[in-house]
C-alpha cells in the first residue's frame, strides 16, 4: 500500500460536469496539499490543509473546491470547469507544515473537453 | 516572496558519467529546508535529497550529493556514475521553516541518461 494514494489516475470531463479527485495518506501525517502540474510551467500550489483546516487558498478560481474530512483524506470536488485547467493534480501530505518534505501520490490526469 | 529557478530546461548524459543540475533561489529567510525531488515520466514524485539552510555541510545521498551555497543562494545537484533509471524531470524545492508554507518549486530539469 503506497503512502499516498489518488484515485482516478485519469479523468475526462466536459465543461459542464461535476467530478471529484480523491486522496488518502497513509502516513500518520497531519498536513495535506493540492498541487496543479501543468506543461512548462512550476508546479502551482492550491491548496493546503494542517490539522483538517485550511491554511492557505492560493488564490484558486471556486470551480475548484477543496474539502478535507480528516487529516488522512482529501477531496477536490471540480465544476464548470476550463480546457485550460487540464493539467496533472497532484496530491501531497506531510507531518505538517513547515515541517520537512512533502509525499507525493501519483496524480490525477484531468483532461477537460 | 521566495523563488527558485532552474536554468537547465533540459540535459542529456551518458550512464557513468556524473552530471550537475543547477539550481538559485531568492529568499530573505535564514532558516529553511532546499530539496531536489525525482518525477520519472508517468511515475510518482520523490525526495532525492534534502538540506536544511543551518547545516554547513552538504547532504550525500549515496550518488546524490548537493553543493549548497548559503550566500550565494545556490544549491546544485550532483549525480554520480548516472543510471539509466535516473532518467526523470528534477525539481528543486524550496521550504519556510515555519507553518503556513508549502513547497515552492523550480520549473524543473528534464534529464536523460542513454546507454
Known amino acids: 500500500e503506497t503512502g499516498v494514494t489518488q484515485t482516478p489516475r485519469h479523468l475526462v470531463m466536459g465543461m459542464t460536469n461535476k467530478k471529484s479527485l480523491k486522496c488518502e495518506q497513509h502516513?500518520?501525517?497531519?498536513?495535506m496539499y493540492w498541487y496543479k502540474q501543468s506543461a512548462k510551467k512550476p508546479l502551482e500550489l492550491m491548496f493546503v490543509?494542517?490539522?483538517?483546516?485550511?491554511?492557505e487558498n492560493n488564490s484558486v478560481p471556486s470551480r475548484f473546491s477543496p474539502e478535507c474530512p480528516n487529516s488522512s483524506h482529501l477531496f477536490l470536488h471540480l465544476h464548470t470547469l476550463q480546457p485550460e485547467d487540464s493539467a496533472l493534480y497532484l496530491c501531497?501530505?506531510?507531518?505538517?507544515?513547515?515541517?520537512?518534505?512533502?509525499?507525493f501520490g501519483e496524480g490525477s490526469r484531468l483532461t477537460v473537453l | 516572496a521566495q523563488t527558485v529557478t532552474q536554468s537547465q530546461p533540459e540535459m542529456s548524459v551518458q550512464e557513468a558519467e556524473t552530471v550537475t543540475l543547477s539550481c538559485t533561489y531568492d529568499?530573505?529567510?535564514?532558516?529553511?529546508?532546499l530539496f531536489w525531488y525525482k518525477q520519472p515520466p508517468s511515475r510518482q514524485m520523490i525526495l532525492v535529497i534534502r538540506?536544511?539552510?543551518?547545516?554547513?555541510q552538504n547532504a550525500t545521498e549515496n550518488r546524490f550529493s548537493v553543493n549548497f551555497q548559503k550566500a550565494a543562494k545556490s544549491f546544485s545537484l550532483k549525480i554520480s556514475d548516472s543510471q539509466l533509471g535516473d532518467t526523470a524531470m528534477y525539481f528543486c524545492?524550496?521550504?519556510?521553516?515555519?507553518?503556513?508554507?508549502?513547497?515552492?518549486f523550480g520549473k524543473g530539469t528534464t534529464l536523460s541518461v542513454s546507454s
Open positions: 529568499t530573505s529567510e535564514s532558516n529553511y529546508y
Open positions: 501531497a501530505s506531510s507531518r505538517g507544515e513547515g515541517a520537512g518534505e512533502l509525499f
Open positions: 502516513l500518520g501525517h497531519n498536513a
Open positions: 538540506q536544511e539552510a543551518y547545516k554547513q
Open positions: 524545492a524550496f521550504m519556510k521553516l515555519q507553518a503556513g508554507t508549502a513547497l515552492i
Open positions: 490543509y494542517n490539522f483538517k483546516e485550511q491554511t
